[in-house]
């Protein structure tokens, strides 16, 4: 029996690897996903780089005015530049991310204990400024705190006594970059293009084979239906394997992209963590597979199964999606459900929290046995005298 | 030999067989023939396996179509209705892939192969893709495919519908020699100077029903007809098709 399901699986493993679109879809569909988080982690990267303002390049215009806040400022660091002719335009086109203006009589109002003014000048709609800009507001907010709590200090006043609050930020993520966030948007990447990348010999297989009128010629060889399903079932399967090994590799060289400010980010894609993904993953595999069979032996034309095959991906990654803007805690009644386990699971592992035995158990074992109902339904689809002739 | 018993078949509120009787003999060419509809086509998907028949029987050198479905696929070489070829590969995988099925050996299958290219005239396209085959060249492939296990018992729907002149006379000295061998052939085909060249024994099919079967002599005399179509006519006729 082996020996005739590896004679289907032989063949349309050929056959479908001399198509384009069964190979676009196994090998060019799964990088697009990462290409778009590699050119998004690597501007963000570039964004969330450097808490410390030290080395920064800060354009002063009317520097003479204020030298009581550029000396301080130099303190810490800062290297104080002329600022480009015409300030707001420059800002503008992106030449500068912040410039300060000092109005004239700023060291005598300062002097005077009043108020000096400053004008800051940016573009808030800028991405990549949003850094600079804040690392300016937090220095001149320093400079605020520190010459207000000198002053009350000189009229004997506690200046803690006008603070209730403290804030300080406790990040709770084992790293330390914004850009994690986009691990979470690997599991329903992930699970889309599981669901996507056997699609196409999925149709080809079938639907498309009874439309092409050789359904009929084969099932008269000396082959029982439930082989040329096996065939069939494992080619497809093994075109959805390579698709999710093709889209691994492209996440960790994506994961790279943000450089040493990342670098938790390419350890999510360590091999452990990639040998448990394809562990745990692999019942889903020949869950989607089955899902695909059945739809497209149960559609009527080829264009019909493309229709819902196209559609189909979407489906089990919306709960992924979902998590990405609201995670969930996890109980135990979630691994037994197909792609919302391996969604929580892949997350889990992607954290590198610890992923229970258990829950993985069952998770594959809830799977696997969806599998087997599908590949039983599809089999049996496949006795029908329909299958061949259409209804 | 194939030995069709009592066999009806029902498609919803159509009665496409409604109780048909015939044999198709070793050593003979027998020739279903009949009106578009008549139930032909019906008839040998129940006879090579594919749709079961709501009552009656087949049997295959002895091998019950219901029962015995491998044994039967692997005494019969099929050319059907549908003559779908996967268009990525070429003419030679397509045997070969159906002669793997059937159980063929490597050598055995490359040798089979060589000769019926030879004998079909399939030599200047046998390593081509099948994609932008004509006609004649895909029939001579499903031909191919159909005899690669050189079954015992042929069933051959129009098996020269598209072919030319000469390949269409390769095809008659094919079944020829295939009968003269002492084996099975069921013929079908609308060509009547065909039929009446090749078969041996014809069987008319007319409303789901045998409407006359014997060699076109006994035929001829039985409706006092002198050429195949008018007995045909009359024959099918009486059927009001």
Same mark, same amino acid.
């Given at each position: 029996?082996?020996?005739?399901?590896?004679?289907?699986?032989?063949? %349309?493993?050929?056959?479908?690897?001399?198509?384009?679109?069964?190979?676009?879809?196994?090998?060019?569909?799964?990088?697009?996903?990462?290409?778009?988080?590699?050119?998004?982690?690597?501007?963000?990267?570039? $964004?969330?780089?450097?808490?410390?303002?030290?080395?920064?390049? /800060?354009?002063?215009?009317?520097?003479?005015?204020?030298?009581?806040?550029?000396?301080?400022?130099?303190?810490?660091?800062?290297?104080?530049?002329?600022?480009?002719? %015409?300030?707001?335009?420059?800002?503008?086109?992106?030449?500068?991310?912040?410039?300060?203006?000092?109005?004239?009589?700023?060291?005598?109002?300062?002097?005077?204990?009043?108020?000096?003014?400053?004008?800051? $000048?940016?573009?808030?709609?800028?991405?990549? *400024?949003? $850094?600079?800009?804040?690392?300016?507001?937090?220095?001149?907010?320093?400079?605020?705190? %520190?010459?207000?709590?000198?002053? /009350?200090?000189?009229?004997?006043?506690?200046?803690?006594? /006008?603070?209730?609050?403290?804030?300080?930020?406790?990040?709770?993520?084992?790293?330390?970059?914004?850009?994690?966030?986009?691990?979470?948007?690997?599991?329903?990447?992930?699970?889309?293009?599981?669901?996507?990348?056997?699609?196409?010999?999925?149709?080809?297989? =079938?639907?498309?084979?009874r439309e092409r009128g050789?359904l009929e010629p084969?099932l008269i060889?000396?082959?029982?239906?439930?082989?040329?399903?096996?065939?069939?079932? /494992? *080619?497809?399967?093994?075109?959805?394997?390579?698709?999710?090994?093709?889209?691994?590799?492209?996440?960790?060289?994506?994961?790279?992209?943000?450089?040493?400010?990342?670098?938790?980010?390419?350890?999510?894609?360590?091999?452990?963590?990639?040998?448990?993904?394809?562990?745990?993953?692999?019942?889903?595999?020949?869950?989607?597979?089955?899902?695909?069979?059945?739809?497209?032996?149960? =559609?009527k034309s080829?264009?019909?199964?493309?229709?819902?095959?196209?559609?189909?991906?979407?489906?089990?990654?919306?709960?992924?999606?979902?998590?990405?803007?609201?995670?969930?805690?996890?109980?135990?009644?979630?691994? *037994?459900?197909?792609?919302?386990?391996?969604?929580?699971?892949?997350?889990?592992?992607?954290?590198?929290?610890?992923?229970?035995?258990?829950?993985?158990?069952?998770?594959?074992?809830?799977?696997?046995?969806?599998?087997?109902?599908?590949?039983?339904?599809?089999?049996?689809?496949?006795?029908r005298e329909a299958l061949i002739f259409g209804e | 030999m194939i030995d069709v018993r009592a066999l009806k078949k029902t498609f919803k509120s159509v009665t496409a067989l409604d109780g048909i009787n015939f044999v198709a003999r070793d050593g003979e060419v027998t020739g279903l023939i009949g009106p578009n509809g008549a139930g032909k086509t019906t008839a040998l998907r129940i006879i090579y396996t594919v749709l079961k028949p709501d009552s009656g029987s087949v049997y295959i050198d002895?091998k019950d179509v219901g029962?015995?479905r491998?044994?039967v696929r692997?005494?019969l070489g099929v050319l059907p209705d549908s003559l779908g070829?996967?268009?990525?590969?070429?003419?030679?995988?397509?045997?070969?892939?159906?002669?793997?099925?059937? @159980?063929?050996?490597?050598?055995?299958?490359?040798?089979?192969?060589? @000769?019926?290219?030879?004998?079909? @005239?399939?030599?200047?396209?046998?390593?081509?893709?099948?994609?932008?085959?004509?006609k004649g060249?895909t029939r001579?492939?499903t031909l191919?495919?159909a005899?690669?296990?050189?079954?015992?018992n042929l069933l051959l729907d129009e098996p020269t519908n598209g072919l030319d002149i000469?390949s269409s006379l390769?095809v008659h000295?094919?079944i020829r020699?295939i009968r003269?061998? @002492?084996r099975c052939v069921l013929f079908c085909s609308h060509i009547m100077s065909e039929v009446a060249k090749v078969c041996d024994r014809i069987v008319i099919i007319a409303g789901g029903r045998i409407a006359g079967a014997g060699t076109i002599d006994e035929l001829m005399e039985q409706t006092g007809k002198h050429s195949l179509e008018d007995l045909f006519l009359a024959l099918t006729g009486e059927r009001g098709a």
């Open positions: 029996m082996w020996q005739r399901i590896l004679i289907v699986l032989g063949k %349309e493993v050929t056959d479908n690897a001399r198509d384009r679109r069964s190979l676009l879809t196994a090998l060019i569909y799964p990088l697009m996903g990462p290409l778009l988080l590699g050119l998004m982690i690597s501007a963000t990267g570039k $964004v969330t780089v450097g808490g410390d303002p030290s080395g920064m390049n /800060l354009p002063v215009a009317g520097a003479e005015h204020g030298q009581v806040l550029v000396q301080w400022l130099e303190g810490r660091g800062i290297n104080v530049v002329p600022p480009p002719p %015409e300030i707001e335009k420059a800002v503008q086109r992106g030449d500068a991310h912040v410039v300060l203006v000092l109005p004239p009589g700023f060291d005598e109002d300062f002097a005077a204990g009043t108020t000096a003014n400053i004008s800051v $000048v940016v573009d808030s709609s800028r991405l990549s *400024a949003v $850094v600079t800009i804040n690392q300016v507001a937090t220095l001149l907010g320093e400079f605020n705190s %520190e010459n207000w709590g000198q002053r /009350l200090a000189e009229r004997g006043v506690d200046y803690r006594s /006008l603070q209730p609050v403290s804030l300080e930020t406790v990040k709770v993520s084992t790293g330390t970059q914004i850009s994690e966030i986009f691990l979470l948007m690997v599991p329903p990447l992930f699970i889309f293009n599981l669901f996507m990348g056997g699609a196409y010999l999925a149709m080809d297989t =079938t639907s498309g084979e050789s084969l060889n000396p082959v029982e239906r439930g082989v040329v399903v096996a065939g069939k079932f /494992l *080619a497809t399967l093994l075109y959805t394997g390579v698709a999710v090994v093709v889209q691994l590799i492209a996440l960790k060289i994506a994961f790279g992209f943000g450089g040493e400010h990342a670098a938790s980010l390419s350890d999510a894609f360590g091999i452990m963590t990639v040998l448990g993904i394809l562990l745990i993953t692999f019942p889903l595999m020949a869950a989607a597979v089955g899902v695909q069979f059945v739809i497209a032996t149960v =559609t080829f264009k019909e199964a493309q229709t819902y095959l196209g559609l189909l991906p979407l489906v089990p990654a919306i709960p992924g999606m979902l998590l990405v803007f609201a995670p969930v805690h996890i109980h135990g009644w979630m691994m *037994a459900v197909p792609t919302f386990s391996q969604t929580l699971l892949l997350g889990q592992l992607l954290r590198g929290e610890t992923v229970s035995m258990v829950h993985v158990a069952v998770s594959m074992a809830t799977t696997l046995a969806l599998t087997a109902v599908l590949v039983t339904f599809a089999a049996r689809l496949y006795e | 002895d029962t015995e491998m044994a692997r005494r070829l996967y268009p990525r590969m070429t003419a030679r995988e397509h045997i070969r892939y159906f002669g793997r099925l059937h @159980g063929l050996g490597d050598d055995d299958l490359e040798q089979r192969i060589a @000769g019926l290219s030879d004998e079909l @005239g399939m030599s200047d396209f046998i390593d081509r893709r099948a994609k932008g085959f004509s060249q001579k492939v191919a495919r005899l690669v296990h050189t079954p015992h000469a390769a000295n094919l020699n003269n061998e @002492g």
